[in-house]
């Protein structure tokens, strides 16, 4: 695996030019968490509850506002208050698809208008590489991050060989603006042609499909643990989402802390036999 593999959170950020990526790994850093919640949930009064109880425990929470059936703007805002109260950056799970100039308009306008709060957002890298130009003409002068979709943790996914071999590269081209991967190991040295090298590289690997107490959902979702994803695999952050908040949205505070602390504490033990440290 590449030097980043073995490199603190901290020492990483230390040399990262993208503000977001910066900042993320100094997040993880300050609070020692490398936890990712995905709140995925269609009432904003259960969504901002959840995101008020994990957020003394995560780096990053991930959005999918578009899910949220009485959202009005008002969300956002309350959102950007408590990524201030408890100190995690955001990322809305947008993952764009489209020609340049349809995913410039979807990030910037609309109702949502992503690009004016989420720290970060994703794409699939379908379109070509002018999926990642239209977005960065919106997000580069914000200091935003964007992640590709070089995998995905359900069964039968298609982004797999040639397919991911691609995403990386297109991000290779655009490191200004593509922080990382969403993904299930790290991407180093994938889709090298002859006489290429990674000795500078740092890509960060979010991973959704983490999980404790289950291997997969009925819907095709595939769970591993903490430990195989950080340690194992390499991968930076642990995205998770029903294994802390449950079936019920949510409903009860203390088991929903409890699940967040426990998550946040495998992340980052995990972390710490990476890096061979115990502190």
């Known amino acids: 695996m590449s030097t980043a593999y073995k490199q603190t959170y901290s020492s990483r950020a230390e040399s990262h030019a993208n503000p977001a990526a910066k900042a993320l790994l100094e997040t993880i850093e300050r609070k020692r968490s490398n936890l990712c919640v995905s709140v995925d949930v269609t009432k904003q009064s259960d969504f901002l509850r959840i995101i008020d109880v994990v957020g003394p425990y995560v780096c990053l929470v991930k959005t999918h506002v578009d899910v949220i059936e009485d959202f009005d703007y008002s969300v956002v805002e309350r959102l950007q208050e408590l990524s201030t109260k408890h100190d995690f950056q955001i990322f809305e799970d947008r ?65 797999t060989g040639s397919y991911t071999d691609e995403a990386v590269r297109m991000a290779r081209a655009n490191r200004d603006f593509v922080i990382g991967f969403i993904a299930q190991r790290r991407m180093d040295g994938v889709g090298l042609r002859n006489g290429g090298s990674v000795t500078d590289e740092d890509f960060l690997v979010l991973t959704p499909g983490v999980g404790l107490d289950t291997k997969g959902d009925g819907m095709g979702q595939q769970y591993r643990t903490p430990r195989q994803v950080v340690l194992e695999s390499g991968c930076d952050v642990i995205i998770v989402g029903r294994g802390i908040y449950g079936k019920d949205n949510g409903a009860n505070p203390e088991a929903v802390r409890a699940q967040a602390e426990r998550y946040r504490e495998e992340g980052w033990k995990a972390y710490l036999e990476r890096m061979g440290s115990t502190n």
């Open 95 to 159: 993952k764009f698809a489209d020609i340049g100039n349809t995913v410039a308009l979807q990030y910037s306008s609309g109702v949502h208008k992503i690009a004016s709060w989420s720290h970060i957002t994703n794409a699939h890298p379908v379109p070509g590489p002018s999926v990642i130009t239209g977005l960065a003409s919106v997000g580069l002068p914000l200091g935003r991050g964007l992640l590709l979709l070089a995998e995905m943790s359900t069964k039968g996914s298609l982004a």
